[in-house]
Nanobody, 111 residues
Framework: QVQLVESGGGLVQAGGSLRLTCVDS????????VAWYRQAPGNERELVAQ???????IYGESVKGRFTISDDNYKLSVTLHMKNLKPEVTTVYYC?????WGQGTQVTVSS
């Protein structure tokens, strides 16, 4: 059974960094694109970044240069590295694989 588990969210001051990790025991990410999305209240979910097993990466325009997505050598986890965080990125971040969503992890950036 697929169960995506996100971790690493929390509260950070503006300019700080956070690292979000997505893992699942049922899927080896080698063959599947893994994406991070975020959704602010009242808005649609927005693609933050996506990585394929072959290493192809896509970033949302608003995070280019500040966020980095990577996977581990065994393709068992995907990490979103976020730096120079700004208060406007405060929202819930979700991991997405195939048709499955994680439960979300809250990222809060204080000014």
């Amino acid at each position: 059974q697929v169960q995506l588990v996100e971790s690493g969210g929390g509260l950070v001051q503006a300019g700080g960094s956070l690292r979000l990790t997505c893992v699942d025991s049922a899927i080896n990410f080698r063959m599947r694109p893994v994406a991070w999305y975020r959704q602010a209240p009242g808005n649609e979910r927005e693609l933050v970044a996506q990585i394929t097993g072959g290493g192809s990466i896509i970033y949302g325009e608003s995070v280019k240069g500040r966020f980095t997505i990577s996977d581990d050598n065994y393709k068992l986890s995907v990490t979103l590295h976020m730096k120079n965080l700004k208060p406007e990125v405060t929202t819930v971040y979700y991991c997405y694989v195939l048709i499955f969503w994680g439960q979300g992890t809250q990222v809060t950036v204080s000014s």
